[in-house]
């Protein structure tokens, strides 16, 4: 067992809820209860975001140490955290949704991150439970938190260095570009001094980006890392979260706006000028207002952020930069035909198919670090001998998927003289030969549809 340190600060754990079943919502605040020290739990704030039935919450402020705060109109989970936040006497704030399971021991590996360096901002791993039977469903640990150009969150496996890190010592922090949003431990002095958050943010979506570089994509997500702090998972910390398809609510405006003005806002307070590839991702975006953002600016200014160059170069080298020479959105052509994922997925071969160039099954891009990339799969190499078929892997960054693009158009493995090669694509898919700078086969024209 290890021992915790004597001075762990207690904490104020703040759940907001809006029309949350009343099971899922008992199990959270129990759980909090019955799996944490005692002394480490200063009280559990519960804001009801103008719930149908506020008898839920106030039958639940008769259990010991909860109070609850209840909206007198709809403020979204936004502003209802930071009204928790405000009302919070401890000096570390516990963010959790209303549909959890805090797992044994969970609390005191997040609470020691943040007890010995107050600019960081910790998750557990998020287990699942199931929507349908509300099993809980242990996740892997091997996990981080990122996202695309259209600036959506979503899992992405450590790369082998970080993986064999974690081999080697399997209780190490994980730093994460993006938080999932909902579950993260945070000095209250520190959430105050990166601004809260966004307040000008409607219900839902958006928040991870600011806090990160700022707090849901979201928002903490890109403030914390810009503004000089730093977001890990500790995989010695659990909970489980009901991840469901549905919300049980209805977005004033529709989602899909309330989720695009949220992150143009992050976009347009954190990206600078690499906006322009969010909206070259998400086209409609331009289109919506977002409201003022001078505050936001301000805030950036006074706290001297990071520009997003930094953020990318620092904490980010993954996400690919569209560029002229490629990167998502551009396709490899052999002539008329182009290498195409044939509608395979993982660990499947690729192969040659005639040009539709509407991307698709012919999204390729070549990255600055030499991968040849399909959406999160990688151009693989999977022994290092000619003849071998090429396989659509996880990219992980692992020699086997480092390419170079030749003058004359050959693509060559790094590491041995072997090249990419559509000689037998109607056999065996595309393979790895050795190069021939007279084979047709071998050359390849990367050509970006954007330009
Ligand atoms: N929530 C809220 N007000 C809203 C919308 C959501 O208080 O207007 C709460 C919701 O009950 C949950 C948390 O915010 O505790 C996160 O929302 P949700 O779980 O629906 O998001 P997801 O986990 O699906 O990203
Ligand atoms: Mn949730």
Not at 74 to 94: I, P, W
Not at 300 to 312: G, V
Not at 342 to 353: I, K, Q, R, S, T
Not at 378 to 399: F, H, N, R, W
């Amino acid at each position: 067992m290890k021992q915790w340190r004597q001075d762990l600060p207690p904490t104020s754990v703040i759940i907001t809820f809006h029309n949350e079943a009343r099971s899922t919502l008992l199990r959270t605040v129990v759980s909090v209860l019955n799996r944490s020290p005692e002394h480490l739990i200063k009280e559990i704030i519960l804001v009801d975001d103008f719930s149908d039935h506020p008898e839920d919450g106030e039958e639940l402020s008769r259990i010991h140490k909860v109070r609850v705060i209840r909206n007198e109109k709809r403020e979204g989970l936004m502003r209802s955290r930071v009204r928790g936040a405000d009302a919070a006497t401890a000096n570390v704030l516990t963010f959790l949704d209303s549909h959890c399971e805090c797992n044994a021991d969970w609390l005191e590996p997040l609470l020691e991150r943040v007890a010995e360096d107050p600019t960081r901002v910790v998750c557990p791993v998020i287990d699942v439970i199931s929507m349908d039977t509300f099993q809980y469903i242990g996740a892997s640990a091997d996990l981080r938190g990122g996202f695309d150009w259209s600036l959506v969150f979503k899992w992405e496996y450590l790369s082998q260095a970080e993986r064999q890190a974690r081999q080697k010592d399997p209780t190490q922090a994980i730093r994460t570009p993006m938080i999932a949003g909902g579950l993260f431990v945070i000095n209250k002095a520190y959430f105050e001094k990166l601004g809260k958050y966004d307040t000008q943010m409607d219900v839902w979506g958006g928040e991870n980006l600011g806090i990160v570089i700022q707090f849901h994509v979201q928002k903490i997500s890109f403030r914390v890392w810009q503004c000089g702090g730093s977001l890990e998972i500790i995989p010695c910390s659990r909970v489980g979260h009901v991840f469901r398809k549905r919300h049980p609510y209805s977005f004033p405006g529709g989602s899909g706006n309330v989720f695009a003005r949220n992150t143009r806002r992050a976009a347009e307070v954190w990206m600078d000028d690499y906006k322009q590839f969010y909206y070259n991702a998400v086209p409609l975006a331009r289109n919506i207002p977002y409201g003022n953002i001078q505050d936001r600016m301000e805030l950036k200014r006074r706290l001297h952020c990071k520009p997003f160059s930094w953020y990318l170069k620092n904490v980010y080298p993954e996400l690919v930069i569209p560029t002229s020479e490629g990167g998502p959105g551009g396709s490899l052509k052999q002539g008329t035909a182009c290498l195409d994922s044939m509608g395979h997925l993982l660990d499947g071969n690729v192969g040659l198919y005639p040009c539709h160039n509407t991307g698709g099954n012919q999204e390729w891009g070549l990255t600055k670090d030499g991968l040849i990339k399909h959406h999160d799969l990688c151009l693989t190499l999977p022994v290092y001998a000619k003849g071998t078929t090429l396989l659509m892997q996880i990219c992980d960054g692992s020699e086997n998927q480092k390419w170079r693009h030749l003058e004359g158009g050959l693509i060559r493995h790094t590491r041995i003289p072997v090249c990419v090669d559509s000689r037998y694509h109607a056999q065996r898919g595309i393979t790895a030969e050795k190069c021939d700078s007279n084979a047709e086969t071998q050359r390849w024209h990367l050509y970006n549809h954007n330009h």
